[in-house]
C-alpha cells in the first residue's frame, strides 16, 4: 500500500490522463484501493465519466473528479491546464492518454502527426509544468509517463506514435534532471504488447486485411515481437505504476522500465 497522505496531513491527489480505460483505468483502481483522492480523466461526455467515479467511490470510499477534455486540442488542454494551476493540488500525475494511427510515412496525413504528439508528448509537457510547483512545494511528486517499447525502438508504418514516444523518454529525463534531489520522481513505463481497447482494435484491422480470426491475429502480432508469447496484464503496469510512487522506489527517477515479454532482448 502506498502512503496517502502528505506531509501537511492531506489526501495525495493522483491525475492520471485517459484513466476511463485500459491501463489508465486499472492504474486509477490501483490508486483508489490505496485511498488517493482520484481525478479521472477522460474525452468521454461527463455523465459516463462519473458512471466511472461512482464505481470507484463506493467501491474504495475515496474522492474523485472526473474531467472530459480532448487532450489533442491545444485550446481545450491549455484552458484544462490553466484550471489545474488554480488548485495547486496535484501530488502524482500519471500521464497515460495515447491514440495511434498507422500508416506509410509518404501517406501519413500532417493532421494526424500533430494529434498524435500533441496528445502523448506536449500534453505531458503541459500538465508536467502544471504538476511541478506543487509538488516542489511539498517535497514529494510522483510523475509516470506512459511510453512504449516503441519509445526504446520502432515499427514500421507508426512514425508519429513512434516518434511520440521517444520524446517523451526524453521530457522523462530532461525532467528527472531539473527535478533530482527534490523529493520528486520522473520516470516512463515502456510497456510491450497489453490487451487495452487500442491494441485491440489493431488486431481488428488486422484481421480485416488478413481474413483470419481476430485470436490467430492476435496470436500473430504477439508472436512477430513479444517472445514471451502473451500479452502484459492491465494490472503488471497498474503495479509497476504503484510500485514507482512508493517510498522503496524513491531513487528511481529518468527511468525508461520496459514491461515488454523480451521484446527488447532480442
Known amino acids: 500500500m502506498l502512503n496517502n497522505k502528505n506531509a501537511n496531513g492531506t489526501t495525495k491527489i493522483a491525475l492520471i490522463t485517459g484513466s476511463s480505460s485500459g491501463i489508465g483505468w486499472a492504474i486509477a483502481e490501483h490508486f483508489a484501493k490505496s485511498g488517493l483522492t482520484i481525478w479521472l480523466h477522460g474525452v468521454e461526455p461527463k455523465p459516463a465519466l462519473e458512471d466511472r467515479a461512482i464505481f470507484l467511490r463506493t467501491t474504495y470510499a475515496v474522492e474523485v473528479e472526473t474531467f472530459s477534455v480532448d487532450l489533442s486540442s491545444p485550446s481545450a488542454l491549455e484552458t484544462f491546464a490553466e484550471e489545474l494551476t488554480a488548485r495547486e493540488a496535484m501530488d502524482v500525475l500519471v500521464n497515460n492518454a495515447g491514440l495511434q494511427h498507422v500508416a506509410p510515412i509518404e501517406k501519413f496525413e500532417i493532421e494526424k502527426w500533430n494529434k498524435l504528439l500533441h496528445v502523448h508528448l506536449t500534453a505531458a509537457f503541459r500538465l508536467i509544468q502544471v504538476a511541478l510547483p506543487n509538488m516542489r512545494k511539498n517535497s514529494w511528486g510522483r510523475i509516470i509517463n506512459m511510453s512504449s517499447v516503441h519509445g526504446l525502438v520502432a515499427s514500421e508504418q507508426k512514425a508519429a506514435y513512434v516518434a511520440a514516444k521517444h520524446g ?24 510491450g504488447w497489453v490487451r487495452t481497447p487500442l491494441v485491440e482494435r489493431q488486431i481488428e484491422d488486422r484481421a480485416k486485411a488478413s481474413g483470419r480470426d481476430f485470436e490467430v491475429e492476435a496470436s500473430a502480432l504477439l508472436e512477430e515481437k513479444q517472445p514471451s508469447k502473451r500479452f502484459t496484464e492491465l494490472e503488471h503496469i497498474a503495479g509497476l505504476t504503484q510500485f514507482l510512487c512508493s517510498e522503496a522506489a524513491s531513487n528511481i527517477t529518468g527511468s525508461s522500465i520496459p514491461v515488454d515479454g523480451a521484446w527488447l532482448a532480442q
Open 168 to 191: 517523451l523518454i526524453g521530457l522523462t529525463k530532461a525532467v528527472a534532471l531539473e527535478t533530482a534531489g527534490a523529493g520528486i520522481t520522473c520516470n516512463a513505463i515502456c510497456p
